[in-house]
């Protein structure tokens, strides 16, 4: 099994500008979800869903989106980047309706920087 | 509202050596708790999760104890290795939220 795998790995983005980080896995897992950890501040809970067309927001939702049109897929956009976007962004998911409920996969990670 | 706390930030230890790692938590009203392992520059890695009703967890050299009612968890390694440093999180939920609190983690250098 992949996992869960994340694209891209690195990504440079200008202050403004739009962009999707990609998240799939192949694990049939209804909970799937984005954090950002930052230096100091740990990881952060962004958007996570509990299955196929529900999503809800965590602690830091301003100035992202997702959708979950599949059971597979969790992409999550930047609407308009800001340099306080500039973080290292990770997808998790696992079976049930919690993250913790069973084992935690989380992707690689995605490192977004915002010039 | 939920805290996670993991002392120390760092620590290094010969290799060979046991060690304990520690993580509290505020709000005993867990539904469980797991531990992670991250290496630099990749994702988390589940390590041992520890349903609210158990006590503790054991794989391979790893043992995971948990006290709800003092809000405590600790990791203990046994014969530590050079291939175990890395930062080690650990992770809650909570009995009626969907979202887990994350502990800034604790990095360990095992020296050869």
């Known amino acids: 099994n992949a996992g869960v795998t994340q694209t891209p790995k690195f990504q440079v983005l200008k202050t403004g500008q739009s962009m999707t980080l990609q998240c799939a896995q192949d694990?049939?897992?209804?909970?799937m979800s984005w954090y950002r950890q930052d230096p100091g501040m740990g990881l952060r809970l962004i958007h996570y869903?509990?299955?196929?067309?529900?999503?809800d927001q965590g602690e830091v939702p301003n100035g992202y989106n997702v959708s979950r049109s599949t059971t597979e897929d969790f992409p999550l956009r930047l609407l308009s980047a800001a340099p306080s976007q500039t973080s290292v962004y990770f997808c998790?998911?696992?079976?049930?309706?919690?993250?913790?409920?069973?084992?935690?996969?989380f992707g690689q990670g995605t490192r977004l920087t915002v010039v | 509202k939920q805290e996670v706390t993991q002392i120390p930030a760092a620590l290094s230890v010969p290799e060979g050596e046991n060690l304990v790692l520690n993580c509290s938590f505020t709000?005993?009203?867990?539904?469980?708790l797991q531990w992670f392992r991250q290496d630099p520059g990749k994702g988390l890695t589940s390590l041992l999760l520890?349903?609210?009703?158990?006590r503790e967890q054991t794989s391979g050299r790893l043992n995971a104890s948990l006290d709800k009612s003092s809000g405590r968890s600790t990791l203990y390694i046994a014969a530590s290795q050079p291939g175990d440093s890395a930062t080690y999180l650990c992770?809650?939920?909570?009995?009626?939220?969907?979202?887990?609190?994350f502990g800034d983690g604790t990095t360990l250098t095992v020296k050869p």
């Open positions: 998790a998911s696992s079976s049930g309706v919690r993250l913790l409920n069973t084992e935690a996969f």
């Open positions: 694990m049939n897992h209804e909970y």
């Open positions: 869903s509990v299955g196929a067309g529900i999503t």
């Open positions: 709000d005993s009203a867990i539904y469980n």
């Open positions: 520890i349903q609210s009703s158990q």
């Open positions: 992770a809650v939920s909570r009995a009626n939220a969907g979202k887990s609190t």
